[in-house]
């Protein structure tokens, strides 16, 4: 399976999924009219990454700002990785960073974290 590399711009955010060491980053700013567009790309991905997904995964969200219709397309990326989770077998964890400063995006992880299965960090960046 290949890596998906996305270079992020003003209004998407930069995507590195690695299937090999299952590092995913997602980092950037998701502004976009469409994103399913831009989503429906990553998860497609992850469905075919979720056939034979690495004994660990990791999904590291770098994001400054996610606008209310990206948020659905992320928790359906969530609910994606969730279904890895399944069956005990393999691991899968989210490290949720933001900055320091940013209550709002820090409220947005621990929303996620309510509302899912899986094992979230909360990494507070300088």
Sequence with gaps: MESLNIKGDKKSPAVAFEPYSGLLVMKGKSSLENPGKFYDRILDWI??????????????????????????????LFRSLEEINKGGRKQVSVEWCFEGNDQSMQESGEDFNSMLKLDFKFVELN
């Design 47 to 76: 469905n075919n990454y979720s056939k034979q997904p690495a004994v660990k995964t990791t999904f590291r969200m770098e994001m400054e700002y996610f606008n209310s219709s990206s948020a659905k397309f992320l928790m359906k």
